[in-house]
Structure formats: structure tokens, C-alpha cells
């Protein structure tokens, strides 16, 4: 029996009338559903930061982690994050979105939990930080998992008109995790003042840590029943309705679909020469379908362009985010000075203002525009105004005074969300087939998280070598062939990818006949 909740969530799929910015109680139920993944994503990013500033204090007295742990630590959720984008997005094609639904947030509930259990006191330093690396790793696996299937959720439950919305606020949440990240630490330390601060039990920050990592299972508590009992949407049901292209047109049971004989005659072809001697089994199926399909360079090069133009976004966007130490030092919130208490406490502070000053503006812009200019429009200019402010950084880093450089920084924050970090993520969502759009999805993301690993291990090495300056030129430079890339993508407003593959489908049936 479906579920009250799951009625709702499909009711919607049918309206239309209404600006597309403008959502009902069942669009608002599917934001909360979907968007608290991306929440998490970025409470997560923000809030190790801190975390690894605490644990100088509780493990080695004030001085500098070791420099690989620190790094093993940070890049932990990241490396997780590209097994779950490959491996959920696989799975929620081959299996189906119900079957796979709400593990991901199971997942992360479980690395929360055994994070915030990390031994501190029970064993040495050095294996503490390798205890909360190897559940953070776990944790990214969830959170990675979340990315297509968030997506693929939320595109199937919007119409057209507004498809492009859903996506640009579920993925709007990130601003927000970002920002409660901040504030909530800052809560925190203020309740702990008194005794870190004015005492000096600079071991409290060991309960800190705890307490603002381990609220963030309140959200993923919240949405764990709704996500595990959120029905498969009609447009997925459709999809699979549809004869298996990996098996006999003769099946009685399922109707002919027209142009499907084509393919099938091409993917007997292909399976029998590359793959023969898999098992006949649904996995292998599904994934020989989905080689067949984008064997063909007009499929191959929309994914080739989802990949890179993520890839290439997230160098840019992660090398900067993931190193906002030099702009919270133009800021004066650093905290390289001060007591433990009072140099948390500035970090945190910094995270909020650079947050409201041009994540979350850029993010709603993108939300309020989307569907007028286009996901195109969007991420082209989104990229070649990013670059603009990364080259007036890179020029003037040592003249540049506080004042503008803290504003080319709120402008280069604006339009990476209002561009390519919000459309990079809507793009896959919209511009594959339902039958593979998740793990399209999924390779795409993993992709981008490879761009920020690679961003967030070399920076630092990099930084040192050649300078500030000449990686904010290499983040210029990805950003300018981002924007290239992006003219390999078709315009997807208002395009039904399915409508899409079924017309190429008969084309390729009527060319099959010669006609």
C-alpha cells in the first residue's frame, strides 16, 4: 500500500499554473526528503575545519596534527563520496530507486554515530585521527550515494516547467549546511565558554566536537522513515515498462515498443562480442543496456561533458572552499591568534559571513532563473564571471586591499552558485533517459569529488612551489575551459530526455527498414 506522504509526492507531478519557484506542500515534503543530503554535504565540509582545529588541542596540546593524518582526515568524506556516487547510482538504475532509497542516509547515520565514538583518551593520537578518518571515509559513501539519488528522485517528480527549480533548491541546501555548520559551533562555544575559556579546560573541546558533529543525525533521523518509504515515481514505473532491451522481442508479456528491434539486434551484436560470458543476470543486463547506449557519440559526448565540466568546476570550487584560511586571514578571522576558544570561535564566525555574502545569494538566484535563462545560459557565464574574479584575485593578490578583495571574493562565491555548481549537479539530472540517469548521475558526480581530492591534496604542495597566485590562475584557466566544455551539452529546459531516446528509437527503427 502506498503511503499518505508518497500520494502527496506524486500528486504534484501532474500540476502546473504556478510560478516554478512557488511550491506547494508536496514540493516542500520532496525538498526535505531529497534536499537534506545536500545539508549534510556541506555541514560536513564545514564543520571539519573546526573539528581538526579541536582536536589540535585534545590530542597534541595546541601543536599542528600531522600533516598526512590532517589531510587523511579532510579528504576522508571525499574519497568515500566517489564509491557512493558510482556505487548508488549504479544500483538505483539496475534495481530500482525504492529498493535503494534512503540507505544512503542509513549509511551516514551509522559513520555519524561511530565518529562522534572516536577514542580519544583510550588510544594514542596518531590512531585516533585514523579512527575518525576511516569512518569519515564511510560517511562520504553516504553522502556520496545521496547526489544521484536525490537527483534522479527529484527529476522524476517534477513536471518540465519546474524541473529545473526542484533540483537548484534541493541543491540549495548546501549554502544552508554550510551556514548552520558555522552557527551551530558558535552556539556551542558560547555554552562552553565559561569553562574553556575562563578556566582554561581546553579538554572541553573534546565534548564540542562531539556535540556539533552528532546534531547533525537530527536531520538525517528526520527523513530516514519518509526516504525508506518513498514509493517509485510513474515516470521510473514507465521506464521499466518498457521491453528489456537485453531480451527476446518475442515476450508476450510486454508490449512492442517501437524502434526497440534495432537495438536489440545492436546490443545482441555488442554483448556477444564484448561480454558473452557474463551471467544472464539483471546487473549485467542493465549494464550492458547502458553501454550499448552510450557507445553511440551523441550520447557518449553529453557525458563526457557532464564529467568534465563537474571535473573541472570542483577544482576551482573545492581548491578555494576547502583553503578558506587565506581569505578568512583578509577577513582577520583566521583564528591563527587568541586562545583555543577565541580561535575557533573566529573560524566559525568567518564560515557564516562568507556563506551569507555569496553561497546562499548565488544559490537563490539560480533557483529564481532557472527556468527563464536556461541551465546553459547559466553555466557558461556562471564559469567565465568566476574567472573574471579569480583573475582579478590572481593579478592583484599582494595589492588587493581588504575591502576588495572580500568583495571579488562574494562575487566569485555568487556565481560559481549562480552557474556551475548549481547547474553541474542539475544537468545529469535532466539530460539523461530515466533508465540511466542515476548512474550517469553518479559517474558525473564522482568525477567532480575526483576534482576536489585532486584540488584539496595539491593546493598546499603546489601553494609552495609556484605560489597563491599561480593556482588561482590554474583555477582560471579550468574554469575558462568549463565554459567551453559546456557547449557539448544541449539546452535541457523544458526537454523530456525519455521523449528523446524514444524518437531516436524510431529513427532508428525506420533507418533499420530503409525508410
Not at 548508488?88 to 542509513?106: I, P, Q, S, W
Not at 508490449?255 to 562480442?273: E, I, L, R, S, Y
Amino acid at each position: 500500500m502506498t503511503s499518505t506522504a508518497s500520494r502527496e509526492l506524486e500528486e504534484y507531478e501532474r500540476e502546473g499554473g504556478r510560478l516554478p519557484f512557488l511550491l506547494n506542500i508536496a514540493e516542500a515534503k520532496l525538498l526535505g526528503i531529497a534536499g537534506v543530503g545536500f545539508f549534510l554535504d556541506a555541514y560536513d565540509l564545514f564543520i571539519i575545519n573546526p573539528v581538526c582545529t579541536m582536536l589540535q588541542y585534545r590530542l597534541y596540546n595546541g601543536g599542528h596534527l600531522p600533516a598526512n593524518m590532517e589531510g587523511f582526515v579532510k579528504a576522508g568524506a571525499n574519497i568515500g563520496s566517489v564509491i557512493g556516487q558510482f556505487g548508488f547510482g549504479y544500483a538505483a538504475d539496475a534495481l530500482g530507486r525504492k529498493a535503494v532509497y534512503g540507505k544512503e542516509l542509513m549509511i551516514i547515520i551509522i559513520a555519524t554515530i561511530m565518529t562522534i565514538t572516536t577514542p580519544t583518551g583510550e588510544i594514542s593520537p596518531y590512531n585516533s585521527l585514523v579512527y575518525l578518518g576511516m569512518w569519515r571515509i564511510l560517511l562520504g559513501v553516504g553522502v556520496g550515494g545521496d547526489y544521484p539519488m536525490s537527483a534522479s528522485i527529484t527529476s522524476e517528480r517534477s513536471n518540465l516547467r519546474k524541473r529545473g527549480t526542484m533540483l537548484a533548491y534541493i541543491f540549495s541546501n548546501q549554502g544552508w549546511g554550510s551556514f548552520v555548520g558555522s552557527l551551530i559551533t558558535i552556539i556551542v562555544l558560547e555554552i562552553y565558554k565559561p569553562s574553556i575559556n575562563g578556566r582554561g579546560e581546553v579538554s572541553k573541546l573534546d565534548g564540542v566536537w562531539r556535540i556539533v558533529v552528532g546534531l547533525s543525525l537530527v536531520p538525517s533521523f528526520a527523513t530516514l522513515y519518509q526516504r525508506l518509504t518513498l514509493g517509485e515515481s510513474k515516470r521510473f514505473k514507465d521506464s521499466q515498462a518498457q521491453p528489456n532491451m537485453d531480451t527476446e522481442m518475442g515476450d508476450s508479456k510486454k508490449p512492442p515498443v517501437q524502434g526497440v528491434d534495432v537495438v536489440v539486434k545492436k546490443q545482441a551484436h555488442f554483448k556477444g562480442a564484448f561480454i558473452s560470458s557474463l551471467p544472464n543476470q539483471v546487473l549485467t543486463r542493465w549494464h550492458t543496456e547502458f553501454l550499448l547506449y552510450f557507445s553511440e557519440w551523441r550520447h557518449a559526448k553529453i557525458l563526457i561533458g557532464t564529467c568534465v565540466c563537474w571535473f573541472l568546476l570542483d577544482i576551482a570550487f573545492y581548491g578555494i572552499n576547502l583553503n578558506q584560511n587565506i581569505v578568512l586571514m583578509q577577513m582577520g578571522y583566521a583564528g591563527n591568534e587568541g586562545t583555543a576558544w577565541e580561535r575557533i570561535f573566529k573560524i566559525s564566525t568567518g564560515g557564516i559571513i562568507i556563506t551569507a555574502l555569496g553561497m546562499l545569494p548565488g544559490y537563490y538566484a539560480t533557483v529564481l532563473t532557472i527556468e527563464i535563462l536556461g541551465r546553459k545560459w547559466i553555466q557558461i557565464q556562471g564559469f567565465l564571471l568566476a574567472a573574471l574574479f579569480l583573475g582579478i584575485l590572481a593579478g592583484k593578490f599582494y595589492t588587493l586591499g581588504t575591502a576588495p578583495f572580500i568583495v571579488c571574493f562574494a562575487f566569485l562565491q555568487f556565481f560559481f552558485n549562480f552557474g556551475p555548481n548549481a547547474t553541474t549537479y542539475c544537468y545529469p539530472a535532466e539530460v539523461f533517459p530515466t533508465r540511466y540517469r542515476a548512474f550517469a548521475h553518479g559517474i558525473s558526480a564522482a568525477c567532480g569529488k575526483i576534482g576536489a581530492i585532486i584540488s584539496a591534496l595539491a593546493f598546499n604542495t603546489l601553494s609552495k612551489r609556484i605560489g597563491t597566485p599561480a593556482i588561482l590562475w590554474i583555477f582560471f584557466g579550468c574554469c575558462i575551459v568549463g565554459a567551453g566544455v559546456t557547449f557539448l551539452l544541449p539546452e535541457v529546459k523544458g526537454r523530456d530526455p525519455d521523449e528523446v531516446l524514444a524518437q531516436e528509437l524510431r529513427e532508428s527503427a525506420a533507418a533499420g527498414r530503409g525508410l
